[in-house]
């Protein structure tokens, strides 16, 4: 959707991808996460005199649609206002999935708190917060990494206890997110990760030491300036393993893996909270051209895209 007229004012929030520390991070763990630049979310205002709407356009076009106005009216209740009081335009371009562990809802509760914040209703300093509450929304419980690394826009070492700071990035290697074709549903992951630690909390607790364990390993693999890439691929699928104890493995994401493994992948590591979504894969060269023929994009974590290499 165009409008001919100027606008007041845009942004274009990031999504993300883990590389570790998923569900350790809401029991204080730390968890190292990347921005995704090449999906993303754009808001759009135009000033007018009518009260305000919002139009949706991009990925998950319908989705965005049944849940835009509760995500807005709780924004307005924080800051207690009402929608009579704005007027204008939003125009909401999604280029992410919702429901893939690429931070979209983040994202969505990045963008209206920059809109707020440009209408002078939140100062710099209070929208992290802000929109960590607003995400609350979709995960009954934000760990805020998501909107951390959405709001900043910079790769983190992020912890609820210990905050976040800029992760030092000293060699990258070749990385590709690829979507296993199934939807995982944060709030269901969360829940099935607490039911175990009241099942089987010494099982829990190990999964918990096996993946701060990963954590620690990463943020030293990310230090070094040479790629270590049998390390990179011991951790990662330390990493991957924590998901399947924690029972987030799926049938989707078992035969998912098992292509890239066909395909050339030295590893691979669900991303996110599991269940579906997408798996990051580590590689040694370029994808060849039987892994490019497969049924699904393979997404580079770092590089822009395939055709610049």
């Given at each position: 959707m165009q409008s001919n007229?100027?606008?007041?004012?845009?942004?274009?929030?990031?999504?993300k991808w883990i590389?570790?520390?998923?569900?350790?991070?809401?029991?204080?763990?730390?968890?190292v996460v990347f921005p995704l630049p090449s999906r993303y979310l754009t808001l759009t205002?135009?000033?007018?005199?009518?009260?305000?709407?919002i139009h949706l356009q991009?990925?998950?076009?319908?989705?965005?649609?049944?849940?835009?106005?509760?995500?807005?009216?709780?924004?307005?209740?924080?800051?207690?206002?009402?929608?009579?009081?704005?007027?204008?335009?939003?125009?909401?371009?999604?280029?992410?999935l919702f429901g893939a562990g690429m931070g979209a809802s983040a994202t969505l509760c990045v963008a209206l708190t920059e809109f707020f914040g440009h209408l002078g209703?939140?100062?710099?300093?209070?929208?992290?917060?802000?929109?960590?509450?607003?995400?609350?929304l979709f995960h009954g419980e934000s760990s805020g990494v998501d909107v951390a690394v959405t709001l900043y826009k910079k790769p983190l070492l992020f912890s609820r206890i210990n905050g976040f700071k800029p992760l030092e990035l000293n060699s990258k290697p070749l990385l590709f997110l690829s979507h296993t074709g199934a939807r995982g549903v944060t709030k269901d992951c969360v829940d099935k990760v607490k039911q175990l630690f009241l099942s089987n909390p010494q099982l829990a607790e190990r999964i918990d030491k096996n993946m701060m364990s990963a954590v620690q390993k990463f943020k030293e693999l990310t230090r070094q300036e040479r790629v270590d890439i049998d390390s990179w691929?011991?951790?990662?699928?330390?990493a991957h393993r924590c998901f399947e104890q924690w029972g987030l493995v799926n049938e989707a994401v078992t035969k998912h893996t098992e292509i890239l493994?066909?395909?050339?992948?030295?590893?691979?590591?669900?991303?996110?909270?599991?269940?579906?979504?997408f798996v990051l894969s580590l590689w040694s060269e370029m994808p060849n051209e039987q892994s490019m023929s497969l049924p699904f994009e393979m997404i580079p974590c770092?590089?822009?895209?395939?055709?610049?290499?």
């Open positions: 007229k100027e606008f007041s004012f845009q942004v274009q929030v990031p999504g590389l570790a520390g998923e569900h350790t991070v809401l029991r204080g763990g730390d968890a205002y135009f000033k007018t005199e009518h009260e305000i709407e991009g990925t998950d076009h319908p989705e965005l649609e049944l849940i835009i106005w509760s995500v807005f009216e709780k924004a307005l209740k924080n800051l207690n206002l009402k929608r009579r009081q704005l007027s204008g335009r939003i125009e909401l371009d999604s280029h992410i209703y939140i100062q710099d300093k209070d929208k992290y917060t802000f929109a960590t509450d607003l995400e609350n691929a011991k951790t990662m699928t330390t493994f066909r395909g050339g992948a030295l590893a691979v590591k669900l991303t996110g909270s599991g269940g579906g979504g770092f590089q822009a895209s395939l055709s610049e290499k």
